[in-house]
């Protein structure tokens, strides 16, 4: 009997430490984007493969230590190690990250403001030659009345 508890309670251990690893992983994400600039529509791409991509090892201790059985008190246990982290420790990690990458986020954001501004004047000279292009086959086509 003490075994079935004692694994009970290293199960719910587990799940905890997984929901802590869990959310490290999101500050990691989190640091990616303080650094980095993003749209809210890369922020929820981001999110949607975070979180699905998350729930693989949340289901690989479920298979591991019950074999693939979706226990409530894992569930719990995985959201409180996820909240315990939240409260306790991501904030001073997040303030210290931010403290040691912030010379890097300014040399990073004024090297990527400079590849953007490049690559935007790339795609506006592409754009006009393709508009060009199509514009002048279509001139081509309304002339002949069929496509050469």
Not at 53 to 64: N, T
């Amino acid at each position: 009997m003490m075994e079935v508890i004692l694994g009970q309670l290293r199960f719910i251990l587990w799940m905890m430490c997984g929901g802590m690893a869990i959310l490290a992983g999101y500050d990691v994400l989190r640091l990616f984007r303080w650094l980095v600039p993003h749209g809210a529509v890369w922020i929820a791409v981001e999110d949607l493969f975070f979180w699905g991509a998350a729930s693989v090892p949340a289901f690989i201790l479920f298979l591991k230590m019950h074999d693939g059985q979706i226990r409530w008190y894992g569930v719990v246990a995985l959201l409180s190690g996820i909240v315990l982290y939240e409260v306790g420790i991501s904030r001073p990690v997040r303030r210290m990250l931010c403290r040691i990458f912030a010379p890097i986020r300014t040399k990073l954001r004024r090297h990527c403001a400079a590849v953007f501004h490049k690559l935007k004047r790339v795609w506006r000279v592409l754009y006009l030659k393709l508009r060009s292009a199509v514009s002048c086959s279509q001139q081509k086509t309304s002339k002949n009345g069929r496509k050469h």
